[in-house]
């Protein structure tokens, strides 16, 4: 299989909360897991990425969680700001050069 | 360094018409893709260059949608005849054979109206 299922669909949080976004994977073959910010108007960009053999990455206040046996990551951004409102896709890829398969997207809207 | 460069920004047609898309890479990249994000969904690719070899075109809809990418370096996306259902962002993005395997760099798209 090769979709990626991603939610909530929409995501409204206070300046200052945590955004959580959920995605959810069925091959096991995926390399890699990235992880995609999109401003309207413009293409996705890459925000953090991680390995399957990899438990967490951080980096700075964005941090994948990557759960292997349940096929699921997720990514948590701390401290919320206005400027983190955006869409935010999930991707898995195969191997070098390969393809982006991208979850639905999430709206995150960052009240102030 | 200069960003994927994409044009028209937008475009509006009737059903059965033609269109063309255009994208530059950034240079140096091998490879280019294209993606067509329907609203509120997440980019789907259509079709996979490295240099001016096809990777993998098994989503383009052979029937209606061609790209060529020309020496290697830009790229046309063609529909024709177009449908409604095209009506879409037609996303242009391209990555380095030495870089990080995922990472794709993306231009900011062609917004497609099928009226």
């Known amino acids: 299989q090769q979709q990626v299922k991603q939610s909530p669909q929409s995501l409204i949080v206070q300046k200052g909360g945590i955004s959580i976004i959920n995605c959810a994977y069925e091959n096991t073959a995926f390399d890699y897991f990235p992880w995609y910010q999109q401003f309207p108007g413009k293409g996705p960009a890459l925000l953090i990425a991680?390995?399957?053999?990899?438990s967490e990455k951080k980096e700075g206040r964005f941090t994948i969680s990557f759960n292997k046996s349940a096929k699921q990551f997720s990514l948590h951004i701390m401290d919320s700001q206005p400027g983190d409102s955006a869409t935010y896709f999930c991707?898995?890829?195969?191997?070098?050069?390969?393809?982006?398969?991208f979850g639905q997207g999430t709206e995150l809207s960052v009240k102030p | 360094e200069a960003g994927v460069a994409q044009s028209p920004r937008y475009k509006i047609i009737e059903k059965r018409q033609s269109v063309a898309f255009w994208c530059n890479p950034i240079s140096g990249h091998a490879t280019l893709y294209w993606y067509q994000q329907i609203l509120g969904q997440g980019p789907k690719l259509l079709i996979q260059f490295q240099n001016n070899g096809v990777v993998d075109d098994s989503q383009l809809p052979k029937d209606r949608f061609s790209a060529e990418r020309l020496k290697g370096v830009d790229s046309t996306l063609k529909i024709q005849p177009a449908k409604l259902e095209d009506s879409a962002v037609y996303l242009c993005?391209?990555?380095?054979?030495?870089?990080?395997?995922?990472?794709?760099?993306f231009g900011p798209g062609t917004r497609l109206t099928v009226t």
């Open positions: 991707a898995a890829s195969k191997r070098r050069g390969g393809k982006l398969i």
């Open positions: 993005a391209s990555s380095s054979l030495s870089g990080r395997p995922y990472e794709q760099y």
């Open positions: 991680i390995r399957p053999d990899v």
